[in-house]
């Protein structure tokens, strides 16, 4: 089955400590998002990345930081500069020549 | 200009009644309106998407209404049923914002049965 899968699916952490969320993808997608989904906000884009080895920051990148070393593979990695960290963290990929973005099931962070 | 405005926040309608979702936005720019609908604890997933040469698209119970003028556009679920609980997002894509997707705040949809 072709698809994204995000690990772990709960995740907690405690103040001050660095905290590495997974994503892969097997949909040979060019392009891979992160989004952060608080109550009421919709989705804010952190980064995203349209190639290997290339990547940008989105609406919220503070306190955030990504990789992309590997075209299946764009791990976020929530940071202890990142002030409210607790949230819903949703991957995504797409391809160029369509619109549509193909969501993972998320992570749930919760910062003790 | 790069925002998307959705309303209401959330809504209540009962079983076969008509849900209606609306959208606005700024940047005429835009040439992508997609729907999303994320169930509780889920990713989102593509619903419906319409493009700004047509004014509707229908897809079985859901249709997209597109009003270029206006800079709006709206999403209708005909015969809403209790499955269709979850929340929506309207987004929009394209012009200045590019590779970005735009989406709007989300709309929480109870249908009673």
């Known amino acids: 089955d072709g698809g994204i899968t995000q690990s772990p699916k709960y995740l907690f952490r405690k103040e001050g400590q660095n905290v590495t969320l997974s994503c892969e993808q097997n949909l040979n997608h060019d392009a891979m998002y992160w989004y952060r989904q608080d109550p009421g906000q919709g989705l804010r884009l952190i980064y995203y990345?349209?190639?290997?080895?290339?990547?940008q920051k989105g609406d919220i990148a503070e306190g955030y930081s990504v990789s992309r070393e590997k075209k299946e593979s764009f791990p976020l990695t929530v940071t202890s500069a990142q002030k409210n960290p607790t949230a819903f963290y949703l991957c995504?990929?797409?391809?160029?020549?369509?619109?549509?973005?193909?969501f993972g099931p998320g992570t749930r962070l919760t910062v003790l | 200009q790069q925002q998307v405005k959705q309303s209401p926040q959330s809504l209540i309608v009962q079983k076969g009644g008509i849900s209606i979702i609306n959208c606005a936005y700024e940047n005429t720019a835009f040439d992508y309106f997609p729907w999303y609908q994320q169930f509780p604890g889920k990713g989102p997933a593509l619903l419906i998407a319409?493009?700004?040469?047509?004014s509707e698209k229908k897809e079985g119970r859901f249709t997209i209404s597109f009003n270029k003028s206006a800079k709006q556009f709206s999403l209708h679920i005909m015969d809403s049923q209790p499955g269709d609980s979850a929340t929506y997002f309207c987004?929009?894509?394209?012009?200045?914002?590019?590779?970005?997707?735009?989406f709007g705040a989300g709309t929480r949809l109870f249908v009673k049965a």
């Open positions: 987004a929009a894509k394209g012009g200045t914002g590019g590779f970005k997707t735009i």
């Open positions: 319409i493009r700004p040469d047509v």
């Open positions: 990345s349209q190639i290997v080895n290339d990547f």
């Open positions: 995504a990929s797409s391809t160029p020549d369509t619109d549509t973005q193909y």
